[in-house]
Nanobody, 114 residues
Framework: QVQLVESGGGSVQPGGSLSLSCAAS????????MGWYRQAPGKQRELVASITGGDKTNYADSVKGRFTISRDNPKNMVYLQMNSLKPEDTAVYYC????????WGQGTQVTVSS
């Protein structure tokens, strides 16, 4: 069983920064990728950023240049540094880990509001 635990969400004013962390534990092998999705109220879940075992990254167009994903392979952790936050970044952010199946964290709320 694999468990993912996110931390670091919260509230911030527009233009501010937040950093999310996700720790994976359990029986983990052959990780293909880790990353973050988000879901805003009334909207579908969307990919924010992902990083493969070879450190290839992928970002949603809406966050390019503002968000940075990174990974600590030995610790099975993934991070998301979010800068220049906008109100439209408000959502629940979910960490995921992709092996032969995909595992999800419980989600952490990010609110960007003045």
């Amino acid at each position: 069983q694999v468990q993912l635990v996110e931390s670091g969400g919260g509230s911030v004013q527009p233009g501010g920064s937040l950093s999310l962390s996700c720790a994976a534990s359990g029986s983990i092998s052959s990780i293909y990728a880790m990353g973050w999705y988000r879901q805003a109220p009334g909207k579908q879940r969307e990919l924010v950023a992902s990083i493969t075992g070879g450190d290839k990254t992928n970002y949603a167009d809406s966050v390019k240049g503002r968000f940075t994903i990174s990974r600590d392979n030995p610790k099975n952790m993934v991070y998301l540094q979010m800068n220049s936050l906008k109100p439209e970044d408000t959502a629940v952010y979910y960490c995921y880990l992709a092996t032969w199946k995909t595992y999800w964290g419980q989600g952490t709320q990010v609110t960007v509001s003045s």
